[in-house]
């Protein structure tokens, strides 16, 4: 997904002279071509993330749109009111890349995890937080994030994640896209979470059981009508977040629900991290299935729902 | 002899204190002489088009000295003069701290410190890259030098080469608490700014002459960023602005406190 998105800013760059790309100090090689064919356009900025994000406000507004990557901790923590500030208080055409999002750094700790980024950007205004499923699906958001006004913040996976979106279905940023139409049960994900809610739904409607999945790449504009329009028909609804269960989806959809006032309660649960530090090194799967970020619990915690 | 100081813009900016009674005046009476030559003889704008693409940019890092900007930027026609007269007034365009898009004229929204240089770095790379010829600068406070961000920005521009970016720093030597020295020294500050690659060059901040003595002979050095030590006095021209540190910020202002001012600025010196 990385290496997509990185590809695509090299195109955009062909097309638009307007793109800067900066990066802290990520992999060598990053960006070759970029660094040959633009030289004046590149720049690798090392360790000071601060200097990096208040520099492409400077860039964006003489005219720039800037990409930014580097490991989502430091892309949104580390400069965090850099972000807030110089970026979406100015409307800044800025795009944050960041790397690793999730679990995908689970091997080393929690210094280089981020299970918060969502809620940390969600909150400031002005802001777009968008969180694709695949590569594929990066390569119908790129495109868009050209003439997009203000800052994006963009979570990558770890690469390679099974392909699972559908181009027919389209990619519009700010509209979530329904995978799966359904009956009872409403699996909402976003990220890479959308592979296993899919395949949930695969078991589930083999017990003969009718599962909707909506896939929320964008959850900052979160267009709370289409939320509305397929919450509104189920009685189960299950988000399944690669997060803290703190700030992301899950607390967007509860609100949503909550303020919804139906006449008749719905049964719901937020699948994420729980308000904790990991506890445990490994790999993104192992770290999943720890919190329970998977098709079995997924399926299980629907049934459970079901049974009341 | 002591340098003649500006009574009468100082008297401006007491003025606009004197309708919102808060605000960051002694901040503000340390940068008057600079913001004055800038405005006056440096800077290339026009004030009925703010955004005109090739203007010089001047970025006031140090954002809580505003009211002498704000003063400037009436005086040069950027917005009516009435406007003063609603500082921090819901019905006004001016707040405490300088605001992007509120403000014609001001070019990116500070107060929290440290955002100013890293802006300045974007603002002077883009010139570089379009090659146009416009110039950045920036006034920084001398605790706002405290912030790690401000050396971050500092090793970038003189990576870069940026003669086309002038960073001055106000050294008042006095931060909300008190003495810079006492909180946190940022001495050898000439030495600190050599060493990150930048030329540099010191000043008094109050002496008109030298301030544009040195602004005519920037760049310093063609390639590298130029850095001007400003060295003035927080609460240049008001006796109590400048011994008392609770000054540094203040709300509430009374009646008498306000006419103390007026009085002590009117005072031959």
Redo the contacts between chains.
């Keep these: 997904m990385r290496k997509t998105c990185l590809n695509c800013i090299y195109e955009l760059a062909k097309k638009d002279s307007r793109v800067?790309f900066i990066g802290s100090d990520i992999g060598a090689g990053t960006l070759d071509e970029f660094k040959r064919d633009f030289p004046?356009?590149f720049?690798m900025?090392?360790v000071?993330e601060?200097?990096?994000?208040?520099?492409?406000?400077?860039?964006?507004?003489?005219?720039?749109i800037v990409y930014i990557n580097t490991i989502a901790t430091f892309m949104t923590r580390r400069c965090y009111?850099?972000i807030l500030?110089?970026l979406a208080?100015?409307h800044a055409n800025v795009r944050l890349i960041g790397s690793g999002g999730g679990f995908v750094y689970g091997p080393l700790g929690a210094t280089h995890e981020v299970i918060e980024d969502i809620a940390i950007m969600r909150v400031i205004p002005n802001m777009t937080v968008v969180a694709p499923a695949d590569a594929e699906e990066m390569k119908r958001l790129m495109p868009q994030t050209l003439e997009w006004k203000g800052p994006i913040y963009i979570r990558l996976g770890k690469g390679g994640e099974p392909i699972v979106t559908l181009p027919e279905l389209g990619f519009d940023i700010g509209e979530p896209i329904l995978m799966k139409k359904g009956e009872d049960v409403l699996i909402i994900s976003t990220g890479i979470m959308l592979g296993c809610c899919l395949q949930a739904e695969a078991r589930l409607k083999k017990s003969g059981l009718s599962c909707g999945v909506l896939h929320v790449h964008t959850l900052k504009p979160l267009n709370e009508k289409v939320f509305l329009k397929e919450i509104k028909n189920a009685n189960i609804i299950v988000t399944v977040e690669e997060h803290s269960i703190i700030g992301g989806l899950g607390e967007a959809t509860a609100a949503i629900i909550a303020e919804a006032n139906f006449k008749k309660a719905k049964r719901f649960k937020r699948l994420g991290v729980p308000d904790v530090f990991p506890e445990i090194y490994g790999s993104q799967d192992q770290l999943l299935e720890k919190y329970g970020l998977t098709a079995d619990n997924i399926e299980d915690t629907v049934l459970k729902l079901r049974e009341g | 002899m002591e340098p003649k100081i500006d009574i009468n813009f100082r008297k401006e900016i007491l003025d606009v204190l004197n309708c919102s009674r808060r605000g960051h005046v002694a901040s503000a009476f340390s940068i008057v002489e600079v913001i004055k030559v800038l405005y006056d003889e440096v800077l290339h704008y026009k004030a009925n088009e703010p955004a005109w693409m090739d203007r010089d940019r001047f970025i006031l890092s140090k954002g809580h000295g505003c009211l002498a900007l704000y003063v400037i930027l009436a005086e040069k026609g950027f917005f009516p003069k009435e406007e003063l007269r609603k500082f921090c007034a819901p019905e006004g365009i001016l707040g405490g701290h300088p605001e992007y898009g509120k403000v014609p004229g001001v070019e990116f929204s500070t107060g929290a410190l440290g955002h100013g240089l890293p802006f300045g770095v974007g603002v002077a790379l883009a010139g570089k890259i379009d090659k146009k010829k416009y110039r950045t600068f920036v006034l920084l406070g001398d605790g706002e030098c405290q912030e790690g961000s401000v050396w971050e920005a500092a090793m970038c521009a003189s990576k870069h080469g940026l003669s086309n970016l002038t960073a001055i720093v106000d050294y008042n030597k006095r931060q909300a608490y008190g003495s810079i020295y006492e909180v946190q020294s940022i001495e050898p500050l000439k030495d600190k700014w050599e060493s990150f690659n930048w030329a540099v060059k010191s000043i008094d901040g109050h002496n008109t002459d030298k301030i544009r003595e040195a602004f005519h002979q920037l760049p310093f050095d063609n390639k590298k960023p130029s850095l001007i030590i400003s060295h003035t006095v927080k609460g240049k021209g008001i006796t109590l602005l400048e011994k008392e540190s609770l000054w540094h910020h203040k709300s509430r202002i009374k009646d008498e406190e306000m006419a103390e001012l007026f009085k002590d600025l009117a005072k031959e010196r």
């Design positions: 800067v004046d356009r720049f900025e090392g000071s601060q200097n990096i994000v208040g520099m492409a406000a400077g860039l964006a507004l003489s005219g720039k009111e850099q500030l110089d208080l100015h």
